[in-house]
C-alpha cells in the first residue's frame, strides 16, 4: 500500500503495514522499533560531539581499551554499545545478542522472557573517525533462533547472510538516516528531530547497475593479491584503458557513509585480501558488517561479494570472521569477480 504523496510515512507506519502485509511478525516489529530507538540514543551522543565528553579513546589515560578485534575503543563504542544491550535486554523478543564489541555472544538476563530473534551488530562503525568529526554509523542484523532454542549460544548465530530477517543501518551524518531491508526492498527513513520520529524519505533505494565511482584504500594497493592489482589498475587506466570510461574515487573509511553514497547514487565498496589482513581472512566483518550490508544493496538492485562467492552464501565459522568485500552497482562487482576468475593465482 503505497502513502498518497502528502503523507509522510514513519517508520512506526511502515512497520505496522509491513505486519498487516504478513511480511513480518509482531515480534520483528518490535525488535526494529527497540533498535530504531537505541540508535535515537546514539545519535544525541555522538551528535554532542565534544561537548558530550565522549570523544576520545576509551580506557585510562596511557592505557587504552581494547576490544576483542584488538582494536583501539573509542568511549563512544563503549556506550554505544551499552546502549544497544540494555534498549534490547528487556524487550521478549530475542534468545541472544552478538555485538563487534563482545568476544562471545550475550545472552539475555534470565529476569527478562526471550524471543525468538537473534540481535547482531556493529554498534559504532567507523569509530575512528569520530574524533574528526566524519559520519560514523550502527550496523545491525537479525537472524531466526534455530526451533528449540531459547538461551542461544555462538553456533547458533553462525547462519549465512541468505537467512537474514532484517538487516539495516543507521548513520549518524549531516542528518541522521535509518536504511532498512525486512526483505521488501530498501528503505531510507530520516530522523525528524523535532518530533524525535524517523520518517519515510525513500521508498525503495534503487542502485545503478552501472557506475562510475569506486571505493577502495589504495594505500594497501602494493599488498593486493594479482586479479586486485589487475582491476584497480584497469579503472585507474580511464577511457584509453581496458574498461573505455573513466572513474572516480571516494573513500570515507567509513563503511556505512561509503555504502549510504552507493545505495545512493552507484558505485563500487571493495576491501579485498591484501598481504597484511589475509592472514586474518580480510579486514571486515562477515557477520555484523558484510552480511547486514549485502542484505540491502541485494534488495536495492545490487550485488555482493568476497570476489569468489556471493556474500551471502557463506557459511559462517566463527561470530567474529571477517571476509574480503565487494559490494555496489551490480555489473561493477560482477566485473570485479571477473577479474577475479580470470587472473587468479591463488590456486
Ligand atoms: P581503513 C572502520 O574501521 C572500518 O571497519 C570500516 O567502517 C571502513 O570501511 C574500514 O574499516 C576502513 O579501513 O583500512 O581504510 O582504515
Redesign the pocket.
Given at each position: 500500500m503505497s502513502s498518497s504523496p502528502t503523507q509522510s510515512i514513519s517508520l512506526t507506519r511502515y512497520l505496522i503495514e509491513e505486519q498487516r502485509a504478513g511480511r513480518i511478525n509482531a515480534d520483528l516489529r518490535l525488535l526494529i522499533e527497540v533498535v530504531a530507538r537505541a540508535c535515537k540514543t546514539i545519535s544525541i551522543a555522538v551528535g554532542k560531539g565534544a561537548l558530550g565528553g565522549v570523544l576520545g579513546d576509551a580506557g585510562t589515560p596511557g592505557v587504552a581499551s581494547m576490544n576483542i578485534q584488538g582494536?583501539a575503543q573509542k568511549k563512544l563504542d563503549v556506550l554505544s554499545n551499552e546502549i544497544l544491550l540494555e534498549a534490547n535486554a528487556w524487550g521478549g523478543h530475542l534468545a541472544g545478542l552478538a555485538s563487534e564489541e563482545m568476544d562471545t555472544s550475550h545472552p539475555i538476563p534470565d529476569v527478562y522472557p526471550r524471543g525468538n530473534y537473534l540481535l547482531l551488530f556493529d554498534p559504532l562503525?567507523?569509530?575512528?573517525n569520530i574524533d574528526v568529526n566524519i559520519s560514523v554509523g550502527t550496523i545491525f542484523s537479525v537472524l531466526r533462533c534455530p526451533d528449540g532454542v531459547t538461551n542461544a549460544a555462538d553456533e547458533h548465530f553462525l547462519q549465512p547472510g541468505t537467512q537474514q530477517v532484517c538487516a539495516g543501518y543507521t548513520t549518524y551524518g549531516p542528518s541522521t538516516m535509518l536504511v532498512l531491508t525486512v526483505g521488501n526492498g530498501t528503505h531510507a527513513f530520516t530522523l525528524d528531530r523535532e518530533v524525535g520520529s524517523f520518517m519515510m524519505t525513500t521508498r525503495g533505494m534503487s542502485i545503478p547497475e552501472e557506475t562510475k565511482e569506486f571505493a577502495v584504500?589504495m594505500s594497501?594497493q602494493r599488498f593486493w593479491e594479482p586479479p586486485m592489482q589487475r582491476y584497480v589498475g584497469d579503472l585507474l587506466s580511464g577511457k584509453e584503458g581496458p574498461r573505455g570510461k573513466d572513474f572516480n574515487m571516494r573513500?570515507?573509511?567509513?563503511?556505512?557513509a561509503?555504502v549510504h553514497r552507493i545505495l545512493t547514487r552507484g558505485g563500487i565498496?571493495s576491501?579485498p585480501l591484501d598481504s597484511k589482513c589475509a592472514p586474518k581472512g580480510g579486514?571486515?566483518r562477515l557477520m555484523y558488517?558484510a552480511n547486514p550490508m549485502s542484505f540491502l544493496v541485494e534488495q536495492a538492485g545490487g550485488a555482493a561479494s568476497t570476489g569468489r562467492q556471493r556474500m551471502m552464501e557463506v557459511q559462517p565459522t566463527g561470530l567474529h570472521q571477517r571476509v574480503p568485500v565487494f559490494i555496489g552497482s551490480k555489473k561493477e562487482v560482477e566485473a570485479a569477480v571477473r577479474y577475479h576468475a580470470e587472473h587468479d593465482t591463488s590456486h
Open positions: 582494536e562503525d567507523g569509530s575512528s584504500n594497501n573513500w570515507v573509511a567509513s563503511m556505512v561509503d565498496f576491501y579486514k571486515l558488517e
